[in-house]
């Protein structure tokens, strides 16, 4: 398989030309070395700061810690105005009893209506047949016998009042007898005369009454009465309707009064978890960087604007970066597929920093992921042994070297003295008598002009290289 590369390498000396377009064949030694840049990171856990709020927006930057300080175990490293958030937790915490109390006042309500339900609806059916009963009585029995009520008591006036004039006539006719009238006799007529009077005037009132029950009273009670079972069948019927109903509404207050207070106590829950957000304190002792130190990139930027008094970070994303006294510093790359695929973990090389090129510090490739990443590109972690008189910073920018491939003797040949023909390799070599012909190939590593022979040629063979590719 060609492992045919565009990389730079350390190539084999490989034996001048007998004349031009011809190659001898030597072993020589051959490295194949890797340079890619990289960043100085913390090459162990740090602590991204991140305001993660699951409902509070305002979040002002109060105080907040020197970007690259050392700080100490305790210390605050972002602090926001939190005068805000505590109003709203205290505000809630009062909605949330005064629901507390509103839930157990309907639940009240409620048992006590579905309590009385069954005893509103029996007085209401009471009520319709009293009213029924009442109507019917009256209509059947009670106002036929009130008529004779009223018929009797007038006919029994007229008898009184013809009573009281045969009375008086029989008087009359008696004392008309004597010659002389006597004192006594008068006083009786008068007496009398007075009582037919009476009866006569007792006679009109009954006569009134008379017509007044017979043409008012009785027909005023029956209308009462035949619309007092027409308003009770009515409020039954309501009542019917209304009670079951009022229950069903009562219940869905209470689980509505129960849904909001479950929300109100969700939300005071949110909210006490979104205080949390307020106060970043160092773990141990450490530096502090602005910016987010995430998988193996250091991002500034845009985050780094709001890192001020009264700035406002963005929510759900890391925007400073505590790293403890205990992480040592490494090295990331991001590397293309054809390095990462030349390359292993353990390989050792060195490290330049920028500005300091002539210092050279030893360095190991620790992991390789085995995966691209999001963007095309490989994560390569390396460890470094840093001189004691260097103070690495973090984010500071390095060139890596590494030898990836090493053979002490090895054959190589200009690439383009080679062929890709029928699936296969080959090169043209020259024979003892002159003339010329084609050999298959396994080659290993090429890059920079010359490939690497694995089989296929020997030590002392001559090649030539096309006259239109020397």
């Known amino acids: 398989m060609s492992r045919i590369t565009p990389f730079h390498i350390i190539p084999a000396l490989i034996a001048a030309a007998s004349h031009a377009g011809e190659v001898t064949v030597e072993l020589k030694p051959f490295l194949l070395e890797r340079s890619f840049p990289a960043a100085v990171l913390p090459s162990g856990d740090c602590w991204v700061l991140k305001i993660d709020p699951k409902i509070w927006k305002d979040f002002s930057i109060v105080q907040i810690a020197e970007h690259g300080s050392k700080v100490t175990k305790g210390d605050v490293l972002v602090r926001f105005d939190a005068e805000a958030i505590d109003q709203k937790i205290e505000d809630v915490r009062s909605e949330l009893a005064t629901g507390v109390l509103t839930l157990a006042q309907a639940e009240l309500e409620s048992q006590i209506l579905q309590d009385t339900a069954p005893n509103k609806l029996n007085l209401s ?77 007792a006679l009109r009132m009954e006569a009134l009454d008379h017509t007044r029950t017979l043409e008012i009273t009785l027909p005023r009670e029956a209308k009462t009465l035949a619309d007092s079972e027409r308003d009770t069948i009515i409020a039954l019927k309501k009542a019917e309707a209304e009670i079951p109903r009022s229950i069903e509404l009562s219940k869905l207050n209470v689980e509505t009064l129960k849904t909001k207070n479950q929300r109100t106590k969700q939300n005071l829950a949110d909210l006490v978890s979104d205080r949390t957000n307020f106060e970043f304190k160092a773990t141990s002792d450490g530096v502090f960087y602005h910016g987010p130190i995430e998988n193996g990139r250091w991002t500034t930027g845009d985050v780094i604007k709001s890192l001020v008094s009264h700035g406002h970070p963005p929510a759900h994303a890391g925007f400073a970066t505590f790293v403890p006294g205990s992480v040592k510093l490494g090295l990331v790359a991001f590397l293309d597929e054809a390095t990462a695929r030349s390359l292993k973990t353990d390989l050792a090389g060195t490290a330049t920093l920028t500005g300091r090129e002539d210092l050279e510090i030893p360095v190991k490739l620790s992991k390789l992921a085995s995966h691209q990443g999001t963007n095309g590109t490989y994560r390569a972690d390396l460890s470094a042994t840093w001189p004691k008189d ?81």
């Open 125 to 201: 059916r009471r009520a319709a047949e009293i009213a029924k009963e009442e109507n019917t009585y009256f209509t059947q029995v009670r106002r036929k016998a009130r008529e004779g009520v009223a018929a009797q008591a007038l006919k029994r006036s007229e008898q009184i009042l013809s009573n009281q004039r045969e009375e008086l006539k029989q008087l009359s006719k008696m004392y008309e007898a004597d010659d002389i009238t006597e004192n006594t006799e008068e006083i009786i007529l008068i007496r009398q005369q007075d009582a037919v009077a009476a009866a006569e005037f």
């Open 390 to 470: 260097l103070n690495p910073t973090t984010g500071a920018t390095a060139k890596v070297h590494l030898v990836s491939y090493r053979q002490a003797a090895a054959i190589v040949v200009p690439t383009k003295a080679i062929q890709f023909n029928d699936g296969k390799w080959s090169i043209e070599v020259k024979l003892a008598d002159g003339k010329t012909e084609r050999r298959t190939l396994k080659i290993g590593w090429a890059s920079n002009g010359v490939t690497e022979i694995l089989a296929g040629l020997e030590v002392g063979q001559v090649i030539v290289v096309p006259a239109d590719k020397a």
